[in-house]
């Protein structure tokens, strides 16, 4: 679980760096205007930051259905061997 978010987190760091310094330098050294730019980056970051959540959240279902399948079929194969058990009968 945690390798499938590393990706997530750096994407978001990146974004967040970007955003950063686009708000801090509005213009670049030649007078062009970039707060379009830092508004598009903006919104970037909200999505990017949502899905991060919403991965996070189907990760983290995920681990859980996996870990109460793997209980599932524990019992079960534990109720299997029982059923077979009785059904050899006792031993000689």
Not at 58 to 68: F, G, N, R, T
Not at 71 to 81: I, V
């Amino acid at each position: 679980m945690q390798e499938g978010l590393q990706d997530e987190v750096a994407m978001l760091r990146v974004m967040t760096r970007r955003v950063m310094e686009l708000a801090s330098n509005p213009e670049d050294s030649y007078g062009t205007d970039h707060r379009g730019d830092l508004e598009s980056a903006i919104t970037a970051l909200d999505t990017l930051g949502i899905a991060a959540t919403r991965l996070a959240r189907l990760l983290s279902i995920e681990k859980k259905l996996a870990v109460q399948n793997s209980e599932a079929s524990r019992t079960l194969h534990r109720a299997l061997g029982d059923i077979i058990s009785e059904l050899k009968g006792p031993n000689p």
